[in-house]
């Protein structure tokens, strides 16, 4: 009787290993792609998690080689083995992909959640549907950041601030790269919003946009990497620079820096999705796009950074930091009191025109 208990027993435990081996190989490994540190962990807080609680079956792995996306998805292509399920690109590089037919096609009203109140996905992303094979996440800006202490009594309110050396004495610091600066001399030498580009088209605005620039050239600090105006502020090396929004919460939040921010002729700038046309689990990427860019998900993601959600109807959900507990809608770039005047970049106009006018920045700043 022992004998055949202990058979038993033998045999059940190996059909149990045996059942969790076929469970795990049964384990669909869902690969995104995304920028990697403090962005990738929202995207890890807000929708990843919740999303494996719920489909136990799925497992996310992540992959920061966002900066290097489009590029490896040609040669994935090229190569004939996609691994990758989901990326998230930014729209520069994702108009180009789709137009090679690189990436999916996506419909919103069909592929995605509608609103809670029944807006139809493409109404509630609105002008963030840049291209048919991207889904928005996040508007992020560039924008102004400025040393409190060393403003004087007032502190720059508009554009024009940037390049009043009077007003502003002291050193400013600039992104080195031609998009977002010509716009803003544009706008500073009195260019209406909806007139930028097509000065931009022509070579007179084009010499125009330098001229101004000229007036504050001597005074300006090149920054090329994400991290490097927040540590030029912190260090008093300038008194305003240009940053991304993100940079500026956190030196002004987390790091508790004595730097304010200028909201005025922000750059908007989107940050979203693709799926590469023959990702291996493309059913289940599809599956998890509909649910990480639902309204409360792009609603959540701004707990744990200060990115707007895309969609409309996030933004008044958006509610305390996860940590610093403090309000984020104030510091989302989207938030009304923030986004009185905006410059939407135009990544299609930029996409036929990028070579030539970098060429064109880098001999400026040469010269």
Known sequence: MKKVFKQTLMASTIAVAAAGVNTASAETELVIVSWGGAYTKSQQNAYHDPYMAANPGIKIVNDDSSAEGAAKIRAQAEAGNTTWDLVDLTPDAVIALCDEGLLEEINPDTDLAAAPDGTPASEDFGDTMVSPCFIPQIVYSTTFGYRTD?????????????????????????????????????????????????????????????AKLDTIKDQVVWWTKGA???????????????????????????????????????MFELDGWVVPKGAPNKEEAMKYLKFATDTQRLADQAKYISYGPARASSAPLVGKHATLGIDMAPHMPTNPENAKNTLMKDVEWWADHVDELRERFEAWIAS
């Open 150 to 210: 060393k403003v004087g009594d007032g502190k720059p309110m508009s554009i024009n601030d940037v390049f009043d050396l009077e007003k502003f004495p002291g050193k400013r610091a600039l992104q080195k790269a031609p998009f977002g600066n010509l716009e803003w001399a544009l706008l500073a030498d009195g260019v209406a919003i909806d007139e930028v580009y097509d000065m931009l088209d022509t070579e007179e605005g084009v010499d125009r946009a330098f």
């Open 228 to 266: 490097q105006p927040g540590q030029l502020l912190a260090d008093g090396e300038v008194v305003m620079a240009s940053a991304y929004n993100g940079r500026l919460f956190a030196a002004i939040e987390e790091n508790k820096q004595p730097i304010g921010m200028m909201w005025d002729w922000q």
